[in-house]
């Protein structure tokens, strides 16, 4: 069973950038497509961005162009770089597998405001 533990949340203002790290336990990480969901207070789990096992990624419209995902797959970890922060992205974000199919991690919270 696959163990996620997401870190490097905080506070920034707009137009900040933070670094966000998800590192994955178990077995054949390199084969999965991995995710990263952000839950805005009072709204539902969304998705922000999936990158595949070979590096293909895909973003939602309102991560394109600020933000990127990658992976280190020799070091079961996947990462949202995020740019250019606005106050909307502000929420708990969370990795998790393509199809959700892991127990969720405690997630990391981004706060953007000034």
């Known amino acids: 069973q696959v163990q996620l533990v997401e870190s490097g949340g905080g506070s920034v203002q707009p137009g900040g950038s933070l670094r966000l790290s998800c590192a994955a336990s178990?077995?054949?990480?390199?084969?999965?497509?991995m995710a990263w969901y952000r839950q805005a207070p009072g709204k539902e789990r969304d998705l922000v961005a999936h990158?595949?096992?070979?590096?293909?990624?895909h973003y939602v419209d309102s991560a394109k162009g600020r933000f990127t995902i990658s992976r280190d797959n020799a070091k079961n970890t996947v990462y949202l770089q995020m740019d250019s922060l606005k106050p909307e992205d502000t929420g708990v974000y969370y990795c998790n597998g393509a199809y959700r199919t892991f127990p969720w991690g405690q997630g990391t919270q981004v706060t953007v405001s000034s």
């Open positions: 178990g077995r054949d990480f390199s084969i999965l497509i």
């Open positions: 990158i595949t096992g070979g590096g293909r990624t």
